[in-house]
Protein backbone atom coordinates (compact mmCIF):
# COMPACT_ATOMS: atom_id res chain seq x y z
CA UNK A 1 0.00 0.00 0.00
CA UNK A 2 1.42 3.53 -0.60
CA UNK A 3 0.65 6.80 0.99
CA UNK A 4 -3.07 8.21 -0.01
CA UNK A 5 -3.63 9.70 3.10
CA UNK A 6 -2.27 13.11 4.06
CA UNK A 7 -2.72 15.03 8.04
CA UNK A 8 -2.94 18.45 8.14
CA UNK A 9 -1.60 21.02 10.72
CA UNK A 10 -3.74 23.48 12.22
CA UNK A 11 -2.08 25.97 9.53
CA UNK A 12 -2.82 23.42 6.66
CA UNK A 13 0.82 22.30 6.52
CA UNK A 14 0.99 18.53 5.13
CA UNK A 15 3.26 16.03 6.92
CA UNK A 16 6.09 14.79 4.37
CA UNK A 17 9.53 15.07 5.78
CA UNK A 18 10.36 12.44 8.69
CA UNK A 19 13.64 13.19 9.98
CA UNK A 20 14.64 10.29 12.35
CA UNK A 21 17.88 10.65 14.92
CA UNK A 22 19.53 7.36 15.61
CA UNK A 23 22.09 8.23 18.56
CA UNK A 24 22.69 10.87 20.72
CA UNK A 25 26.16 10.79 20.65
CA UNK A 26 29.09 12.24 18.61
CA UNK A 27 32.49 11.67 18.21
CA UNK A 28 33.11 15.77 17.58
CA UNK A 29 32.36 18.46 20.27
CA UNK A 30 30.74 21.39 17.61
CA UNK A 31 31.01 24.50 20.17
CA UNK A 32 27.25 25.31 18.87
CA UNK A 33 25.75 22.00 19.22
CA UNK A 34 27.74 19.87 21.98
CA UNK A 35 29.78 22.27 23.92
CA UNK A 36 32.53 20.15 25.25
CA UNK A 37 32.18 21.95 29.15
CA UNK A 38 28.92 20.47 28.99
CA UNK A 39 29.07 17.28 26.57
CA UNK A 40 31.92 15.84 28.92
CA UNK A 41 32.71 12.55 29.51
CA UNK A 42 30.09 11.85 32.61
CA UNK A 43 26.89 13.25 30.42
CA UNK A 44 24.60 10.70 30.85
CA UNK A 45 24.32 9.44 27.17
CA UNK A 46 20.79 7.51 26.12
CA UNK A 47 21.90 4.04 27.09
CA UNK A 48 20.83 1.09 24.48
CA UNK A 49 17.37 0.11 25.44
CA UNK A 50 16.49 3.42 25.80
CA UNK A 51 16.95 3.97 22.17
CA UNK A 52 14.22 2.65 19.59
CA UNK A 53 15.23 0.12 17.82
CA UNK A 54 15.45 -0.20 14.13
CA UNK A 55 12.19 -2.48 14.07
CA UNK A 56 10.45 0.12 16.19
CA UNK A 57 12.08 3.09 13.89
CA UNK A 58 10.82 0.82 10.94
CA UNK A 59 7.32 0.18 11.96
CA UNK A 60 7.08 3.64 12.82
CA UNK A 61 8.23 4.97 9.28
CA UNK A 62 5.78 2.40 7.77
CA UNK A 63 3.02 3.74 9.24
CA UNK A 64 3.92 7.56 8.91
CA UNK A 65 4.23 6.71 5.06
CA UNK A 66 1.20 4.14 4.46
CA UNK A 67 -1.04 6.49 6.68
CA UNK A 68 0.17 10.01 7.17
CA UNK A 69 1.81 10.72 4.17
CA UNK A 70 5.45 11.16 4.28
CA UNK A 71 7.26 10.30 1.49
CA UNK A 72 11.50 11.51 2.74
CA UNK A 73 13.40 10.29 5.54
CA UNK A 74 16.82 11.70 6.47
CA UNK A 75 19.12 10.14 9.06
CA UNK A 76 20.51 12.27 11.41
CA UNK A 77 21.98 12.55 15.00
CA UNK A 78 24.22 12.66 16.78
CA UNK A 79 26.27 11.33 14.93
CA UNK A 80 24.41 8.66 12.72
CA UNK A 81 27.28 6.58 12.00
CA UNK A 82 28.35 5.91 15.70
CA UNK A 83 25.18 3.50 15.35
CA UNK A 84 26.32 0.09 15.20
CA UNK A 85 24.85 -1.61 11.83
CA UNK A 86 23.20 1.49 10.39
CA UNK A 87 23.33 0.06 6.65
CA UNK A 88 21.02 -2.97 8.01
CA UNK A 89 18.22 0.38 9.29
CA UNK A 90 18.64 1.75 5.74
CA UNK A 91 17.94 -1.21 4.21
CA UNK A 92 15.13 -1.81 6.10
CA UNK A 93 13.59 1.61 5.35
CA UNK A 94 14.81 1.55 1.85
CA UNK A 95 12.38 -1.80 1.72
CA UNK A 96 9.01 0.50 2.61
CA UNK A 97 7.07 0.96 -0.08
CA UNK A 98 5.97 4.96 -0.86
CA UNK A 99 9.69 5.89 0.83
CA UNK A 100 10.74 8.20 -2.09
CA UNK A 101 13.99 9.40 -0.66
CA UNK A 102 16.85 8.77 2.08
CA UNK A 103 19.37 11.06 3.15
CA UNK A 104 21.91 11.22 6.07
CA UNK A 105 23.10 14.15 7.79
CA UNK A 106 26.34 13.54 8.68
CA UNK A 107 29.88 14.90 10.29
CA UNK A 108 31.55 12.71 7.30
CA UNK A 109 34.18 11.30 9.32
CA UNK A 110 33.06 7.34 9.33
CA UNK A 111 32.02 7.82 5.56
CA UNK A 112 35.29 5.97 4.00
CA UNK A 113 34.30 2.95 6.31
CA UNK A 114 30.83 3.04 5.84
CA UNK A 115 29.69 4.87 2.28
CA UNK A 116 29.86 2.12 -0.01
CA UNK A 117 27.57 -0.21 2.49
CA UNK A 118 25.13 2.55 2.76
CA UNK A 119 24.92 3.02 -0.76
CA UNK A 120 24.31 -0.72 -1.12
CA UNK A 121 21.55 -0.20 1.43
CA UNK A 122 19.46 2.22 -0.36
CA UNK A 123 20.93 5.67 0.97
CA UNK A 124 21.02 7.57 -2.24
CA UNK A 125 22.06 11.36 -0.68
CA UNK A 126 24.29 12.78 2.45
CA UNK A 127 25.01 15.89 3.96
CA UNK A 128 28.04 16.25 4.76
CA UNK A 129 28.87 19.02 7.40
CA UNK A 130 32.28 21.38 7.37
CA UNK A 131 32.41 24.60 8.59
CA UNK A 132 35.58 25.66 7.54
CA UNK A 133 38.93 24.76 5.13
CA UNK A 134 41.59 25.71 7.72
CA UNK A 135 42.59 22.85 10.44
CA UNK A 136 43.52 25.91 12.88
CA UNK A 137 39.66 26.90 12.49
CA UNK A 138 38.23 23.41 11.91
CA UNK A 139 39.56 21.69 15.03
CA UNK A 140 38.50 24.64 17.55
CA UNK A 141 34.85 24.41 16.22
CA UNK A 142 34.85 20.64 16.15
CA UNK A 143 35.99 20.70 19.96
CA UNK A 144 38.56 17.28 18.91
CA UNK A 145 40.96 18.89 16.65
CA UNK A 146 39.53 17.03 13.61
CA UNK A 147 41.16 17.89 10.82
CA UNK A 148 39.73 19.13 7.42
CA UNK A 149 41.37 16.17 5.50
CA UNK A 150 39.25 13.78 7.72
CA UNK A 151 35.92 15.27 6.34
CA UNK A 152 37.54 15.64 3.04
CA UNK A 153 38.28 12.06 2.60
CA UNK A 154 34.73 11.43 3.74
CA UNK A 155 33.23 13.57 1.04
CA UNK A 156 35.03 12.09 -1.39
CA UNK A 157 34.50 8.08 -0.16
CA UNK A 158 30.59 9.16 -0.24
CA UNK A 159 30.90 10.27 -4.38
CA UNK A 160 32.96 7.49 -5.09
CA UNK A 161 30.23 4.83 -3.72
CA UNK A 162 28.11 6.83 -5.84
CA UNK A 163 25.86 9.02 -3.17
CA UNK A 164 24.60 12.23 -3.72
CA UNK A 165 26.45 14.42 -2.02
CA UNK A 166 26.19 18.63 -0.05
CA UNK A 167 27.98 20.11 1.68
CA UNK A 168 26.47 21.93 4.87
CA UNK A 169 27.99 24.89 6.55
CA UNK A 170 27.07 26.65 9.93
CA UNK A 171 28.59 29.87 9.70
CA UNK A 172 29.00 32.23 13.12
CA UNK A 173 29.80 35.38 13.04
CA UNK A 174 33.77 35.77 14.27
CA UNK A 175 33.91 31.83 13.97
CA UNK A 176 33.97 31.24 10.63
CA UNK A 177 32.91 33.67 7.89
CA UNK A 178 35.94 34.53 6.79
CA UNK A 179 35.85 31.25 5.40
CA UNK A 180 32.49 31.70 3.47
CA UNK A 181 34.45 32.70 0.43
CA UNK A 182 37.20 29.80 0.15
CA UNK A 183 34.66 27.38 1.09
CA UNK A 184 32.43 28.46 -2.12
CA UNK A 185 35.28 28.62 -4.58
CA UNK A 186 36.45 24.70 -3.17
CA UNK A 187 33.35 23.17 -3.49
CA UNK A 188 32.17 25.40 -6.76
CA UNK A 189 35.70 23.47 -7.79
CA UNK A 190 34.80 20.17 -6.80
CA UNK A 191 31.28 20.21 -7.98
CA UNK A 192 29.72 20.07 -4.59
CA UNK A 193 26.39 22.16 -3.82
CA UNK A 194 27.40 24.07 -0.45
CA UNK A 195 24.57 25.29 1.53
CA UNK A 196 25.57 27.32 4.24
CA UNK A 197 23.05 27.48 7.42
CA UNK A 198 22.92 30.43 9.64
CA UNK A 199 23.71 29.72 13.04
CA UNK A 200 20.61 29.19 15.29
CA UNK A 201 19.27 29.42 18.56
CA UNK A 202 18.44 25.38 18.88
CA UNK A 203 18.99 24.11 22.53
CA UNK A 204 19.77 26.02 25.03
CA UNK A 205 23.87 24.97 25.98
CA UNK A 206 25.18 27.06 23.35
CA UNK A 207 24.70 30.47 24.46
CA UNK A 208 23.03 31.93 21.50
CA UNK A 209 22.79 35.35 20.51
CA UNK A 210 21.49 37.30 17.82
CA UNK A 211 24.39 39.27 17.05
CA UNK A 212 26.34 35.51 16.19
CA UNK A 213 24.26 35.72 13.33
CA UNK A 214 25.78 35.99 10.00
CA UNK A 215 22.60 36.90 7.80
CA UNK A 216 22.03 35.52 4.60
CA UNK A 217 21.77 39.08 3.05
CA UNK A 218 25.58 39.15 4.10
CA UNK A 219 26.30 35.73 3.29
CA UNK A 220 25.09 36.42 -0.90
CA UNK A 221 26.76 39.34 -0.90
CA UNK A 222 30.01 38.33 -0.05
CA UNK A 223 30.27 35.88 -2.51
CA UNK A 224 28.20 38.21 -5.27
CA UNK A 225 31.06 40.98 -4.99
CA UNK A 226 33.38 38.44 -6.31
CA UNK A 227 31.61 35.48 -8.27
CA UNK A 228 27.87 37.02 -9.75
CA UNK A 229 25.25 34.99 -8.41
CA UNK A 230 21.67 34.93 -9.17
CA UNK A 231 18.44 33.45 -7.50
CA UNK A 232 16.88 30.36 -8.75
CA UNK A 233 13.60 28.98 -8.00
CA UNK A 234 13.46 26.11 -5.21
CA UNK A 235 13.08 22.70 -6.22
CA UNK A 236 9.56 22.40 -4.85
CA UNK A 237 6.99 23.48 -2.34
CA UNK A 238 8.96 23.48 1.23
CA UNK A 239 12.16 23.82 0.24
CA UNK A 240 14.21 25.35 3.18
CA UNK A 241 17.59 26.59 1.67
CA UNK A 242 16.97 29.69 -1.06
CA UNK A 243 18.90 28.53 -4.17
CA UNK A 244 21.57 30.58 -5.83
CA UNK A 245 23.45 30.15 -9.19
CA UNK A 246 26.91 31.07 -10.20
CA UNK A 247 25.84 33.56 -13.37
CA UNK A 248 26.39 31.80 -16.57
CA UNK A 249 27.08 28.10 -15.56
CA UNK A 250 24.89 25.94 -13.46
CA UNK A 251 26.74 25.75 -10.39
CA UNK A 252 24.80 26.69 -7.38
CA UNK A 253 24.59 27.14 -3.70
CA UNK A 254 21.83 27.02 -1.20
CA UNK A 255 21.58 29.34 1.93
CA UNK A 256 19.74 28.01 4.86
CA UNK A 257 18.34 31.18 6.67
CA UNK A 258 15.83 30.40 9.52
CA UNK A 259 16.87 33.05 11.41
CA UNK A 260 16.81 36.33 9.00
CA UNK A 261 14.08 34.77 6.82
CA UNK A 262 12.10 32.01 7.95
CA UNK A 263 9.85 29.64 6.46
CA UNK A 264 7.51 28.21 8.62
CA UNK A 265 4.67 28.51 6.39
CA UNK A 266 5.56 25.45 4.07
CA UNK A 267 7.50 23.35 7.28
CA UNK A 268 6.64 20.02 6.35
CA UNK A 269 8.96 18.37 8.86
CA UNK A 270 8.85 15.92 12.11
CA UNK A 271 11.22 15.08 14.53
CA UNK A 272 11.91 11.71 15.78
CA UNK A 273 14.69 11.58 18.46
CA UNK A 274 16.60 8.82 19.42
CA UNK A 275 14.71 8.22 22.33
CA UNK A 276 11.35 8.01 20.57
CA UNK A 277 9.74 11.40 21.29
CA UNK A 278 8.30 13.33 18.58
CA UNK A 279 9.06 16.67 17.92
CA UNK A 280 7.08 19.01 15.51
CA UNK A 281 9.12 21.78 15.67
CA UNK A 282 12.97 21.81 15.79
CA UNK A 283 12.47 24.63 18.71
CA UNK A 284 10.02 22.39 20.46
CA UNK A 285 10.42 22.43 24.40
CA UNK A 286 8.38 19.49 24.47
CA UNK A 287 8.11 16.40 22.77
CA UNK A 288 5.38 13.69 22.33
CA UNK A 289 6.08 9.98 23.67
CA UNK A 290 6.07 7.57 20.95
CA UNK A 291 8.04 4.84 22.54
CA UNK A 292 5.50 3.73 25.09
CA UNK A 293 2.84 3.81 23.01
CA UNK A 294 5.39 1.63 20.63
CA UNK A 295 5.96 -1.11 23.28
CA UNK A 296 2.89 -0.82 24.56
CA UNK A 297 0.15 -3.08 22.91
CA UNK A 298 -0.99 -0.39 20.66
CA UNK A 299 -2.34 -1.94 16.88
CA UNK A 300 -0.53 0.20 14.05
CA UNK A 301 -4.23 1.67 13.38
CA UNK A 302 -4.20 3.08 17.32
CA UNK A 303 -0.65 4.58 16.18
CA UNK A 304 -1.75 6.20 13.13
CA UNK A 305 -4.33 8.24 15.37
CA UNK A 306 -1.78 8.80 18.08
CA UNK A 307 0.28 10.43 15.24
CA UNK A 308 -2.24 12.66 12.79
CA UNK A 309 -3.48 13.65 16.35
CA UNK A 310 -0.09 15.19 17.23
CA UNK A 311 -0.21 16.52 13.75
CA UNK A 312 -3.35 18.42 13.74
CA UNK A 313 -2.75 19.91 16.44
CA UNK A 314 0.46 21.88 15.65
CA UNK A 315 0.93 25.15 15.59
CA UNK A 316 4.65 25.49 15.74
CA UNK A 317 6.20 29.03 13.58
CA UNK A 318 9.42 29.55 16.15
CA UNK A 319 11.07 31.31 13.81
CA UNK A 320 7.95 33.55 12.55
CA UNK A 321 8.02 34.50 15.82
CA UNK A 322 11.34 34.57 17.30
CA UNK A 323 11.56 38.02 17.69
CA UNK A 324 8.99 37.89 20.41
CA UNK A 325 9.52 34.61 22.13
CA UNK A 326 10.91 33.89 25.52
CA UNK A 327 15.11 33.73 24.42
CA UNK A 328 15.05 31.49 28.24
CA UNK A 329 12.66 29.12 26.95
CA UNK A 330 14.08 25.61 27.24
CA UNK A 331 14.36 24.44 24.21
CA UNK A 332 15.44 20.48 23.07
CA UNK A 333 19.11 20.64 22.54
CA UNK A 334 20.23 20.15 18.76
CA UNK A 335 22.46 16.80 19.25
CA UNK A 336 19.13 14.89 20.55
CA UNK A 337 16.88 16.52 17.52
CA UNK A 338 19.29 16.46 14.75
CA UNK A 339 18.88 19.50 13.02
N1 LIG B 1 26.41 14.98 13.29
C1 LIG B 1 25.82 15.21 12.03
C2 LIG B 1 26.40 16.46 11.38
O1 LIG B 1 27.05 17.25 12.07
O2 LIG B 1 26.16 16.62 10.20
C3 LIG B 1 24.30 15.27 12.06
C4 LIG B 1 23.65 15.99 13.21
S1 LIG B 1 23.94 17.74 13.27
C5 LIG B 1 23.05 18.18 14.71
C6 LIG B 1 22.94 18.30 11.91
C7 LIG B 1 23.31 19.65 11.35
O3 LIG B 1 22.97 20.66 12.27
C8 LIG B 1 24.79 19.86 11.01
O4 LIG B 1 24.93 20.31 9.69
C9 LIG B 1 25.22 20.91 11.99
O5 LIG B 1 26.26 21.68 11.50
C10 LIG B 1 23.95 21.68 12.19
N2 LIG B 1 23.89 22.44 13.44
C11 LIG B 1 24.16 22.02 14.70
N3 LIG B 1 23.97 23.01 15.60
C12 LIG B 1 23.56 24.11 14.89
C13 LIG B 1 23.19 25.45 15.23
N4 LIG B 1 23.20 25.88 16.49
N5 LIG B 1 22.83 26.28 14.24
C14 LIG B 1 22.80 25.87 12.95
N6 LIG B 1 23.10 24.61 12.57
C15 LIG B 1 23.50 23.75 13.52
FE1 LIG C 1 28.29 16.21 16.41
FE2 LIG C 1 27.00 17.07 14.29
FE3 LIG C 1 26.61 18.26 16.65
FE4 LIG C 1 28.95 18.57 15.44
S1 LIG C 1 26.96 19.28 14.68
S2 LIG C 1 28.64 18.03 17.61
S3 LIG C 1 29.20 16.64 14.42
S4 LIG C 1 26.07 16.21 16.14
FE1 LIG D 1 9.54 24.41 11.01
FE2 LIG D 1 9.76 25.13 13.57
FE3 LIG D 1 11.73 25.70 11.82
FE4 LIG D 1 9.38 27.01 11.69
S1 LIG D 1 10.84 27.09 13.36
S2 LIG D 1 10.54 26.13 9.95
S3 LIG D 1 7.94 25.37 12.28
S4 LIG D 1 11.04 23.64 12.46
Not at 174 to 198: C, Q, T, V, W, Y
Given at each position: MTSEKTVYDYFNRPLRDLRISVTDKCNFRCTYCMPAEIFGPDYPFLKRDELLSFEEIERLTRISVNSLGVKKIRITGGEPLMRRSLPELIEKLNNIKGVEDIAMTTNGSLLPKYAKELKAAGLERVSISLDSLKDEIFGKINGRGVTVKTVLDGIDAASEAGLKVKI???????????????????????????????????????????????????????????????????????????????????????????????????????RLSASGMLYTCLFASKGHDIKSPLRGNLTDDQLTTLLSDIWNGRRDRYSEERSTASTTRKKIEMSHIGG
Open positions: NMVVKRGMNDSEILPMARFFREKGHILRFIEYMDVGNTNEWKLDDVYPKKKIVEDIHQVMALEPVDPNYTGEVASRYRYVGSNDEIGVISSVSDAFCSSCNRA
